[in-house]
């Protein structure tokens, strides 16, 4: 049994415990969708997809715009005609800046055994 811990940027994603067999090894690929880009008062959403083969282990979503007003809708896993990723959704209620729009870029932890 193995303990996988994966640093992606500033976030860190734990908890990826698994059986191998002798000489298989886990390959974690972070994968991600956008910038996309929304306006006071929008919503928006993005979700980063895994490829064929791969299982979505954790994700999350980063703001490369300042804001002062945030809902998160969906921050979490999604599983759509077989394949797996990371959504979110969202509303912008106030920037920081008017007329500014906001950028989002979603990412998903995906692992393969190989």
């Known amino acids: 049994m193995f303990k996988h811990v994966f ?7 734990v908890g990826i415990s698994c059986c191998t067999s ?10 991600y969708a956008g910038p996309v880009g929304v306006g ?15 299982v979505a282990s954790g994700g999350g979503h980063s703001l ?11 921050n ?7 394949r797996q990723g990371w959504s979110l959704i969202f509303r912008i209620d106030a920037v920081a800046s008017p007329g500014q729009a906001v950028d989002a870029v979603v990412h998903v932890i995906c692992l393969k055994q190989q």
């Open 64 to 74: 490369m715009t300042p804001v002062k007003g945030l809902q998160i809708q969906y």
């Open 40 to 54: 006071e008062g929008n919503s928006g959403s993005a979700t980063a997809w895994c490829d064929s083969g791969e």
């Open 22 to 31: 002798a000489g298989a090894a886990i390959v974690a690929t972070p994968r």
């Open 76 to 82: 979490g896993p999604k599983c759509q005609d077989g």
């Open 7 to 13: 640093k992606l940027s500033t976030r860190l994603v």
